[in-house]
């Protein structure tokens, strides 16, 4: 079936502009991540949306940072101002509902966003 | 505070050795454990998991990782390497009494040597 999408893949954009990064889960997963993949770091987390339950936001950055997930499935991460050190991929992840028995809680990624703040 | 600790930047290993991806990790909670593997210019895939039970898991591609929770570690092993495994492996770890986060360490970066 259809993988984690990400659009743009790649967006190259001037500072102090405002940005709008979409995802788009697999069909079903309640659970959706962002997180920021620097050159050389592992993945920071940024935030956590589980099914119509408050967001997890403890991982943004600033407050130039904001998400929104509609309807439970499509989320939109939007960087107000861009400053150079936002330049980084952004990565969205999916994850099923989570079973007694463990199941779930593994995360099914999109192939990212390339963000380029010139 | 939580953390994932990968103290290998690169392994490289012979085609046809076995190959092991370290990776140890701090929770005060009971850990929930990943691993994940990146190609390049893809995205991240889901390798295998420890939740419970068993401390030996079994994942795609003939990876497995062992559990072990006196030495906080869960280290990623290959009976016997492909030069396509050649990739970069991401472990992770949640803290199952702490919140939503996942913790990712850094990445090894495995070369499997022709």
């Known amino acids: 079936g259809a993988g984690v999408s990400q659009s743009p893949s790649n967006k190259v954009t001037e500072k102090g502009k405002d940005v709008e990064l979409r995802c788009d889960p697999i069909s079903g997963h309640t659970a959706l991540y962002w997180y920021r993949q620097s050159l050389g770091q592992g993945l920071e987390f940024l935030i956590y949306?589980?099914?119509?339950?408050?967001?997890?936001k403890s991982g943004l950055p600033s407050d130039r940072f904001s998400a929104e997930r509609t309807g439970g499935s499509v989320s939109t991460l939007t960087i107000q101002r861009t400053q150079q050190e936002d330049s980084a991929v952004y990565l969205c992840?999916?994850?099923?509902?989570?079973?007694?028995?463990?199941?779930?809680?593994?995360?099914?990624f999109g192939p990212g966003t390339r963000l380029t703040v010139t | 505070a939580q953390s994932v600790a990968q103290p290998e930047d690169q392994v490289n290993v012979a085609e046809g050795n076995p190959l092991t991806v370290k990776c140890t990790y701090s929770?005060?909670?009971?850990?929930?454990l990943f691993w994940y593997v990146q190609y390049p210019n893809r995205g991240l895939q889901f390798l295998l998991k420890y939740i419970t039970g068993d401390n030996l898991v079994k994942g795609s591609y003939g990876f497995e990782a062992e559990f072990n929770k006196s030495q906080t570690s869960f280290h990623l092993k290959k009976p016997s390497a492909l030069v396509s495994d050649s990739a970069l492996y991401f472990c992770?770890?949640?803290?199952?009494?702490?919140?939503?986060?996942?913790?990712f360490g850094t990445g090894t970066s495995l070369t499997v040597i022709p």
């Open positions: 992770a770890v949640r803290d199952m009494n702490t919140g939503n986060q996942f913790y």
């Open positions: 929770v005060s909670g009971n850990p929930y």
């Open positions: 992840a999916s994850s099923p509902p989570t079973g007694l028995a463990g199941g779930g809680y593994e995360q099914y």
């Open positions: 949306f589980q099914g119509n339950s408050a967001p997890d």
